[in-house]
């Protein structure tokens, strides 16, 4: 079964210091991976995707993810952290096969940046 | 650029009555989407549509019916709501060819959020 995992519930980090929140996938073929953001009480923000090509992905806001097919993961990560960074964070894949855009998304990661 | 709008933002209803939550994009995308949102579950699909009159099942779609009449809009009812179907709901677009109008990527709605009593 096609699935995406964030490990971590929360993240905490302190103002200034570089942030990762950790996204691994299991997919059959070669994946398009998502990396999205929700403030409270908002809907999902696009923040950057990879499709293929070079594997560090740089996005919105400051924030670039690692594409490392070997351990099927697509981290992301900030080198200094800001504490309006704060939110929930989703990863998601789409299927591969699937040419109508679904994604599976993972269970989000709530990111903590405390000043 | 009015992107994609949902309404109501919020509502409140009763066990067993209909509820239709709306949702309309302005960028004549093929695919529309709708997801709830539940604390522990990320986001589920409950259905989605490739085009007008198109529409398939997701993830979750006990309890809930679509339609999609005309491309640029996608409500979905709950023919007799249930306590179980109190969450945020959220709904989704994503095209055909290149840019905005790609499929790579799914825009999303601000939600609705729905509490049923």
Redesign the interface.
Known sequence: AQSVAQPEDQVNVAEGNPLTVKCTYSVSGNPYLFWYVQYPNRGLQFLLKYITGDNLVKGSYGFEAEFNKSQTSFHLKKPSALVSDSALYFCAVRVPSSNTGKLIFGQGTTLQVKP | DAGITQSPRYKITETGRQVTLMCHQTWSHS?M?WYRQDL??????IY?S?AADITDK?EVPDGYVVSRSKTENFPLTLESATRSQTSVY?C?S?GRGSGRSS?????????TRLTVL
């Open positions: 695919y989407f522990g579950h990320g986001l589920r699909l989605y490739a997701g959220f989704a994503t499929t790579d990527t799914q825009y999303f709605g601000p939600g």
